[in-house]
């Protein structure tokens, strides 16, 4: 089985301050790369994706950057606030006609005021 | 429009009982997907369907079955409960016709299996 690691586990960051994510994943031929966030009682919700043509991609305060050479990818929310408080999944998309992803571990982040 | 739903919202079973989780999309979706989320374990796919009357398995298959009912509606059933499946149970839905690989996610099902 593929896999996307993912890290850290849990995230403390102060409000205005900036909070990262990582992932690493093995298989080449990954092709798309999405970030979900999940709020507390609720599913995941696409944030924001990247594909490897690029190295970054930016949408307001969330970037996403890809090192491809490295097979790693991560998220940065710039300027945390208190409402990014939620779990972030990073995922893969491996390919086929079904759309199918593999999801990371997750990263719970809490942001202090 | 609702998007994808999910019933129960909670539900509290019997080691040995069984149940069906229901799901359904009014987004004309193609594919539907069934995941567990775990603490620390992330998303795992049990079973999807790329299309109405096609069904296979996921990463964690086991103690589960699913049925592609029509294009809406995707159940997951749990015939003999045991507490290993005490998890958080999403259901997603794709559009396979779009290349932009979003998944939308239903509020989840609690289950509890004592």
């Known amino acids: 089985q593929q896999q996307v690691k993912q890290s850290p586990q849990s995230l403390i960051v102060q409000k205005g301050g900036i909070s990262i994510i990582n992932c690493a994943y093995e298989?080449?031929?990954?092709?798309?790369f999405p970030w979900y966030q999940q709020f507390p009682g609720k599913g995941p919700a696409l944030l924001i994706a990247i594909r490897p043509d690029v190295s970054e991609k930016k949408e307001g305060r969330f970037t996403i950057s890809f090192n491809k050479s490295a097979k790693q990818f991560s998220l940065h929310i710039m300027d945390s606030q208190p409402g990014d408080s939620a779990t972030y999944f990073c995922?893969?998309?491996?390919?086929?006609?079904?759309?199918?992803?593999?999801f990371g571990t997750g990263t719970l982040l809490a942001v202090q005021p | 429009n609702a998007g994808v739903t999910q019933t129960p919202k909670f539900q509290v079973l019997k080691t040995g009982q069984s149940m069906t989780l229901q799901c359904a999309q009014d987004?004309?979706?193609?594919?539907m997907y069934w995941y567990r989320q775990d603490p620390g374990m992330g998303l795992r796919l049990i079973y999807y369907?790329?299309?109405?009357?096609?069904?296979d398995k996921g990463e964690v298959p086991n103690g589960y079955n699913v049925s592609r009912l029509n294009k809406r509606e995707f159940s997951l059933r749990l015939e003999s409960a045991a507490p290993s499946q005490t998890s958080v149970y999403f259901c997603a839905s794709s559009d396979t016709g779009q290349r932009n690989y979003e998944q939308y996610f239903g509020p989840g099902t609690r289950l509890t299996v004592t």
């Open positions: 298989n080449t031929a990954f092709d798309y």
């Open positions: 995922a893969s998309y491996y390919g086929g006609a079904t759309n199918k992803l593999i």
């Open positions: 369907s790329a299309s109405e009357g096609t069904t």
């Open positions: 987004m004309n979706h193609n594919s």
